[in-house]
């Protein structure tokens, strides 16, 4: 493919970078930093997004993806995870473009370029959807936050303040079909740190809004957004641990996975040591740790998924590490 047809592909294919304006998406602004830091995340997904669909191999894409500055790295890595994904799910452009992204350096991103492999996934048809036998099988549930994330970040109305949920969803299939709606709660959890502009009193009374089955999963959301892309003082986490109240434990694992997410891929920033910090009561590098000394061998399926078991283990040690244990 010529060098001008990648161009022309990127243009078509990335979306604008005005889709994340705050304003644009009607989100709330809480200060002009959080404005800032919230519009730069979204700038540098679509900056990876538009790498992947133009890059002539995942060799170059990461590249470029490598001089993006290690706070905002991740987040185009995600982006990038999105575009292979597009590409694997339009017709006649082959269907390995994320697993020959993966089986390179980009492997230490695999939790986020499996969160773009969801955002695509809303955005494609369903029979181009990519099958859950493909990927990992512990960590395959992520992909679903992914797709939650889009939807409440760009359906806000429906996802959000309507509280819509999907009956049946049909991916990955077979006996959790349940459980996909609660890998979307965390999505939108995620995604609630967006929309309520990082202010952690909206985002406590959005939550407060859902059903109580809901919540659980939307603080674990919450827990990784605000450890991963972080905007809140220290004062503000304390009261957001204050406001989650019994679902201290999601949020705390949300926030580990988030510690764990940074810590392997090498993108550990101290915004992030201090939120875990307050959140775990640990530091980043701890909490990420726990997340391996707990996570399956080999994951095996019960009552819930493997996914789920090892999330509930991670919140029970790390309170308990934390020594915040309720």
């Not at 994340?20 to 959080?34: C, E, I, Q, Y």
């Not at 230490?108 to 955002?119: A, F, L, Q």
């Not at 999963?217 to 892309?229: E, F, I, K, P």
């Not at 580990?256 to 590098?285: K, N, Q, S, Y």
């Amino acid at each position: 493919m010529s060098n001008g047809w990648r161009s022309l592909r990127r243009r078509i294919l990335t979306p604008s970078v005005s889709e994340t304006s705050l304003v644009k998406r009607g989100f709330p602004r809480k200060d002009a930093a959080s404005q800032e830091l919230l519009e730069t995340v979204g700038e540098k997904f679509l900056t990876g997004y538009a790498n992947a669909v133009e890059a002539r191999s995942p060799a170059q894409a990461e590249e470029w993806l490598e001089t993006i500055p290690a706070r905002f790295r991740g987040f185009a890595y995600e982006g990038a995870g999105m575009g292979y994904a597009m590409l694997d799910g339009l017709p006649g452009g082959g269907r390995r473009h994320v697993a020959d992204f993966l089986a390179g350096p980009a492997e230490k991103h695999t939790y986020i370029v499996y969160v773009g492999i969801g955002w695509a996934m809303a955005r494609l048809p369903r029979f181009r959807w990519p099958s859950p036998d493909g990927l990992d099988p512990l960590l395959r549930w992520l992909v679903l936050d992914g797709y939650g994330f889009h939807q409440a970040y760009f359906r806000t109305e429906k996802y959000v303040r309507r509280q819509y949920r999907e009956p049946a969803f049909p991916w990955p299939g077979g006996r959790y079909s349940e459980y996909a709606q609660r890998g979307i709660d965390q999505g939108i959890g995620r995604a609630l740190w967006f929309v309520c502009g990082t202010d952690v009193d909206l985002v406590a009374s959005t939550i407060a809004g859902f059903p109580e089955h809901r919540r659980s999963d939307l603080y674990a959301g919450v827990g990784l957004a605000s450890t991963y892309a972080c905007g809140a003082t220290d004062d503000e986490l304390a009261e957001l641990v204050r406001l989650a109240g019994p679902h201290r434990g999601p949020l705390a694992q949300g926030s580990a996975f988030a510690a764990e997410a940074r810590v392997r891929a090498g993108l550990l920033i101290p915004e992030t040591d201090r939120a875990t910090r307050a959140i775990c009561g640990l530091p980043a590098e701890r909490a990420a740790a726990i997340t391996q000394e707990v996570r399956p061998a080999v994951p095996v399926d019960g009552v819930v998924p493997a996914f789920e078991s090892w999330r509930q283990r991670i919140a029970d040690e790390v309170l308990t590490s934390g020594g915040v244990a309720p």
